[in-house]
Nanobody
């Protein structure tokens, strides 16, 4: 089973950008569809964005549509989440998750095979 490692979190001001990465050492990661989720303090974990295993289909939460962009590296070994025009309510721990079944991510299910440990994103005013 693949293991996921997120990176790129940090503290930024509102309106700025940040890029997150989700990496896996196993070559089989290219077979997995990948999603990003987030959980703010006191709130439930929510879907942010997802990309299928080929990298040719994506889906976004309405709250990030047009501001966030998900893509895979050409080697398929890393999935990135570019976050632009960050807002205070984007503050959360961001998790990447992967599953061989794109349908689960397309339906924004959180019943996924593997999860990363999360990376903190804090947006200040």
């Amino acid at each position: 089973q693949v293991q996921l490692l997120e990176s790129g979190g940090g503290l930024v001001q509102a309106g700025e950008s940040l890029s997150l990465s989700c990496a896996a050492s196993e070559s089989t990661f290219s077979d997995y569809s990948v999603g990003w989720f987030r959980q703010a303090p006191g709130r439930e974990r929510e879907f942010v964005a997802a990309i299928n295993w080929r990298g040719d289909y994506t889906t976004y939460a309405d709250s990030v549509q047009g501001r966030f962009y998900i893509w895979r590296s050409t080697t398929q070994s890393t999935v990135h989440l570019q976050m632009n025009s960050l807002r205070l309510d984007d503050t959360a721990v961001y998790y990447c998750a992967a599953d061989l079944n794109w349908g689960r991510l397309a339906l924004r299910s959180m019943n996924l095979e593997v999860w990363g440990q999360g990376t903190q994103v804090t947006v200040s005013s």
